[in-house]
């Protein structure tokens, strides 16, 4: 059966279509910009995610094929006092807030790296990730800023 009735002009009527519509178009900006400005070289991306004032949680994420090995650094402002990191850092200049990361056999996936402080962070931060690139041989490295 055909329907010769003509087009509602409610209002209301093309409501749902707009809220799907917005509902597709904020899940696509989520999940593309998840929050932090990610940086990129050669199949490792990297952006600084904070999950609240002291903690600061750096996302390294790797593709295939990975690196054989990933050097971090993360450069905190002078006078931040630093807790703990996870996983443990090879290297704390807590002088300096000079933080490094040693990962040999690095696997496909995602690394967080956080860093625990005494105090919310006051000042700056920024990383700088460096590795070999498994394709091309050259060596790669990349800074990373919130």
Known sequence: MIN???PSTHPAAGTCFH????????????VAAPGAKAQA???????????DDKN????????HPSPATLIV???LSPGNAIVRTSPPAKKIN???????WLFTNVKT????????LDRPLSGTIKA????????TGKYTEFQVHP
């Open 19 to 30: 809220r799907n519509i917005l509902s597709v178009i904020l899940f696509c900006c989520l």
């Open 56 to 63: 600061i949680v750096l996302s390294i994420r790797i593709s």
């Open 4 to 6: 010769t009735s003509p």
């Open 128 to 135: 700088s990730i460096r590795f070999r690139d498994p394709r």
């Open 109 to 116: 996936g995602t690394l967080n790296l956080v860093t625990t």
């Open 41 to 51: 070289a050669n199949g490792v991306s990297a952006g600084f995610i904070s999950s």
């Open 73 to 75: 650094e993360q450069y």
């Open 94 to 100: 807590r002088r300096n807030g000079v933080v490094k």
